[in-house]
Each structure stands twice: as structure tokens, then as C-alpha cells.
């Protein structure tokens, strides 16, 4: 009787708890949205916003509206996301172009390098160790030298520190070896050359490069 009083007094207990509605935790779900959100926002919305603003800033420089176009570049990189390094490489590239346009200012191709630069030191400023981001603005200071040769020092710097980081990327050995012919260096070009056939001679670049 005992044993059937103890069973049945349980078997009440684990009813009635089984009946109760299980109430939501508010607080633990406001804390769960947040974190989505600032992950979304970080991750998505922020270097979405960033590229749009990019976008933007190109169009307006293809419609010869270039102070309009810096100022756009400027806002996209001030937003500080961490896709910085890809909207500063827009601008590289642009600033690229224009530096092979004979029909541009040099005023026009100034302004354009500098804001390339400030993208990249600022995406430097994030990835200090980014091997790929020092070519990118060393080729710049590079292609820069025809409309201010202090630049030179700058690529030089650039790309000492960039092979010390990268040693075996060829590409390097061909940037400095231009850069050494450009100062007059030839032995030094001719063994940079070398240096990049010893690393892979299936390369035709590098044995056109070395002739």
C-alpha cells in the first residue's frame, strides 16, 4: 500500500510538472539578437556598405567628376571595416589606369595616387604583415615616380619589406629588378633576375625578364 501510495504520489508530481507552460527567457533571447545583429552588421551590413560606397565613388570618377569620387573613396574608407584592403585595391587600380592616360592632369593623377595611398596605409595600418597590400601600393609609388620621382624611396621601402615577408614570390624579384634599373642599379636589377630563375625557371617571364 505504501509502495502504491509512493508510486502514485510521483506519478502526480511528474504530471503536474509536465503541465506547466514553459515561459520564454526575454533577456536571454534580447542577448542572442544583439549578438546576431552586431555579427550581421560587422561581418555583412558594414563591408557591404563599404563596397557600395566604392561602387559609387568609380562611377563618379568614369563621369570625370574626380573630386566628387575622392571624397566618396574617403567615406568608404572611414567607415573601417575590415574589407578596407578591397576597396583601397579599387582605387589602386584606378590610379593605375589614370597614371597611363595622357589625358588626364597631373593634378587629376595626383589626386587619385594619394587617396589610393591613404587606403592602402590604412589597410596596411590593419594587416601589417599583408605581403600583398605592400606591392599593391608599392606598384603604385612605382607607376606614381613619372609624376613625382620622390615616390622611388617610397616603392623601395615598400618592397624591401614585402620580400623580407615573402621571399620566394617572384613577382617581387621582377618589381625591384624594374625599380633597380629605373635608379640606375643594373648589376643589382640583372641579379634580382637571377634570383627569380633560380626560384622557378619554367617561368618565360623570368628568362625574358634575365635576357
Known amino acids: 500500500v505504501i509502495g502504491q501510495a509512493e508510486h502514485g504520489f510521483v ?17 536571454f533571447s534580447l542577448i542572442v539578437a544583439a549578438v546576431l545583429f552586431f555579427i550581421m552588421y560587422f561581418i555583412n551590413i558594414k563591408p557591404g556598405i563599404a ?6 565613388a568609380l562611377k563618379s570618377l568614369q563621369q570625370n567628376q ?17 574589407g578596407l584592403g578591397e576597396v583601397a585595391g579599387r582605387v589602386n587600380d584606378a590610379a593605375l589606369q589614370v597614371l597611363g592616360s595622357a589625358q588626364i ?29 605592400m606591392m599593391m601600393l608599392g606598384n603604385t609609388y612605382l607607376a606614381a615616380a613619372q609624376i613625382d620621382i620622390s615616390y622611388l624611396q617610397e616603392a623601395d ?43 622557378n625557371d619554367s617561368v618565360p617571364l623570368s628568362h625574358w625578364n634575365y635576357g
Do not use: H, W
Open 105 to 133: 592632369s597631373n593634378e587629376i593623377k595626383k589626386l587619385l595616387v594619394e587617396t589610393a595611398i591613404d587606403g592602402m596605409r590604412r589597410a596596411l595600418t590593419l594587416e601589417p604583415l599583408n605581403a600583398r597590400y
Open 66 to 82: 574626380a573630386a566628387q569620387s575622392m571624397d566618396k573613396f574617403k567615406e568608404a574608407y572611414d567607415i573601417g571595416t575590415f
Open 51 to 56: 563596397s557600395m560606397k566604392g561602387i559609387d
Open 157 to 199: 621601402t615598400l618592397f624591401t619589406e614585402a620580400l623580407k615577408l615573402s621571399p620566394t614570390r617572384e613577382e617581387l624579384y621582377f618589381t625591384i629588378g624594374q625599380l633597380r634599373m629605373i635608379q640606375g642599379r643594373n648589376d643589382e636589377a640583372l641579379a634580382l633576375f637571377q634570383k627569380a630563375l633560380d626560384l
Open 11 to 27: 506519478g502526480k508530481a511528474e504530471l503536474s510538472y509536465a503541465g506547466k507552460p514553459v515561459q520564454t527567457n526575454y533577456f
